[in-house]
């Protein structure tokens, strides 16, 4: 009827009025999906408060009062997520462009909320590793992918667990900070020693953002690179300390669901 074409036109109006304020980006799109909307139902009940919109976390905390203090935003998600599927992906292409047709449903395609927290706990313990310099940050998406293979099929077989043993100082928390800084080691390592391509020194971002690099004749992936030094001779003793580490991590994991 008249009014709803009135309305309709006034709803129209204020988008366009907000557009040209501000840029509507993909992510702003995606923030009612219903795939958005239940994760943020289920990861409340896991006691964490999840911004599906452009919202800071110091406005949602205060906001929230006391009561929550625990924030997740969607980019944080996202990333993490893309961080462990999909080789060094928000390092090559950024945080927004992962709401995009071509992603989204990659990254948002499951309705397991463990599926997510997983993702994100190791993600968040590579970024709490790393903290410092901007090199040092520049490692954080190689070394989530590397870190999250080596570990995953540990803490998928005890995710209800994995996140309550995070907390400072316990055996799984040491353990995970262990097999994170013996990751990190040998990928520095890995870096220093092929990090002039075509004759010029790439910086760490630079060089993990690739496509590809020569690595004895052949053409292949940063991060499929360091998978064939890391099954070299030459990283052996790396792998024997990270493979006590992750033996450690499973143990205090085993320990903890009794």
């Known amino acids: 009827g008249p009014d709803e074409q009135s309305f309709d036109d006034f709803v129209s109006s204020v988008v366009q009025a907000t557009n040209w304020q501000n840029k509507i980006e993909a992510s702003d799109l995606r923030s009612n999906d219903p795939r958005q909307v239940s994760l943020q139902r289920?990861?409340?009940?896991?006691?964490?408060?999840y911004l599906r919109k452009r919202e800071r976390k110091g406005f949602a905390r205060r906001s929230a009062g006391v009561l929550r203090t625990r924030f997740i935003t969607k980019f944080e998600l996202a990333q993490a997520v893309a961080g462990c599927e999909f080789d060094s992906l928000p390092l090559r292409i950024g945080k927004e462009?992962?709401?995009t047709e071509a992603y989204y449903l990659k990254l948002f395609g499951r309705s397991e909320p463990y599926f997510y927290l997983?993702?994100?706990?190791?993600?968040q313990q590579v970024a709490q590793h790393l903290r410092g310099s901007g090199e040092r940050r520049s490692l954080r998406w190689p070394l989530v992918y590397f870190v999250w293979h080596e570990v995953r099929s540990c803490v998928e077989r005890y995710a209800e667990r994995f996140g309550d043993e995070l907390s400072d100082g316990s055996a799984v928390a040491k353990a995970l900070a262990r097999v994170i800084a013996r990751a990190a080691e040998a990928q520095y390592t890995f870096y220093y020693a092929n990090r002039r391509v075509d004759g010029k020194t790439l910086a760490l971002d630079d060089f993990y953002k690739r496509d590809s690099i020569e690595l004895k004749g052949r053409s292949i992936s940063p991060s499929a690179a360091f998978r064939t030094y890391w099954q070299s001779s030459g990283a052996r003793r790396k792998r024997a300390n990270l493979e006590r580490a992750l033996s450690k991590l499973e143990t205090g994991l085993a320990a903890a669901r009794r």
């Not at 289920?42 to 408060?49: H, I, K, M, S, V």
């Not at 997983?118 to 993600?123: A, G, L, M």
């Open 97 to 99: 462009p992962l709401f």
């Open 42 to 49: 289920q990861l409340r009940t896991f006691g964490y408060e």
């Open 118 to 123: 997983t993702r994100y706990w190791v993600s």
